[in-house]
Nanobody
Framework: VQVVESGGGLVEPASSLRLSCAASGFTVDVFAIGWFRQAPGKEREGIGCIKTTGATLYPDSVKGRFTISTDSAKNTITLQMNSLRPQDSAVYYC??????????????????WGQGTQVTVSS
């Protein structure tokens, strides 16, 4: 089982970026998937999750700006990030979750981590 993130980069404030999480060894309708991020000197933060039912959940820090969706044909989960802020700069991780009780973006539920992708928001 493996998840691999892609799509990170350097963007300006107020812009958008889409991250992808490609799953292998399982189909994305079997595991809930969570997205997390960690900035230098800060604790890892859960920023959203999508359950096998398709339901999504987000913390207030990204609600209304970030959207998680599933592309079953590509076995991929995407994280669409809009209205990016400098404080969104971090390494972003996707993870396959072994549980999806609310809030499902809890790192204690992670079964498999991706390697992370850097997102930097700066002018």
């Amino acid at each position: 089982v493996q998840v691999v993130e892609s799509g990170g980069g350097l963007v300006e404030p107020a812009s958008s970026l889409r991250l992808s999480c490609a799953a292998s060894g399982f189909t994305v309708d079997v595991f809930a998937i969570g997205w997390f991020r960690q900035a230098p000197g800060k604790e890892r933060e859960g920023i959203g999750c999508i359950k096998t039912t398709g339901a999504t959940l987000y913390p207030d820090s990204v609600k209304g700006r970030f959207t998680i969706s599933t592309d079953s044909a590509k076995n991929t989960i995407t994280l669409q990030m809009n209205s990016l802020r400098p404080q969104d700069s971090a390494v972003y991780y996707c993870a396959a979750l072994k549980r999806d009780a609310d809030p499902c973006y809890y790192d204690g539920y992670v079964a498999y981590w991706g390697q992370g992708t850097q997102v930097t928001v700066s002018s």
